[in-house]
């Protein structure tokens, strides 16, 4: 795979890497009131192509 430097890259290409690889994307955050936590949420989100996740599913079941 060939390197992308600063100049030669493209919003449109970096897209297409991100999808090509897939990327995980974590997150957190608390909402509390006087110092008293109310809510935690938790996030976890998978952004891939279809082609992408089906290829590490075959990968893993072999």
Not at 7 to 29: F, I, M, P, Q, Y
Not at 47 to 56: C, F, G, H, S, W
């Amino acid at each position: 795979m060939k390197e992308l430097t600063p100049e030669d890259t493209s919003l449109l290409e970096l897209v297409d890497r991100l999808l090509n690889k897939g990327v995980v994307l974590a997150g957190e955050a608390t909402i509390s009131v006087a110092g008293v936590d109310l809510i935690y949420l938790g996030l976890n989100v998978v952004l891939a192509a279809v082609q992408t996740l089906e290829k590490a599913e075959e990968q893993r079941a072999s």
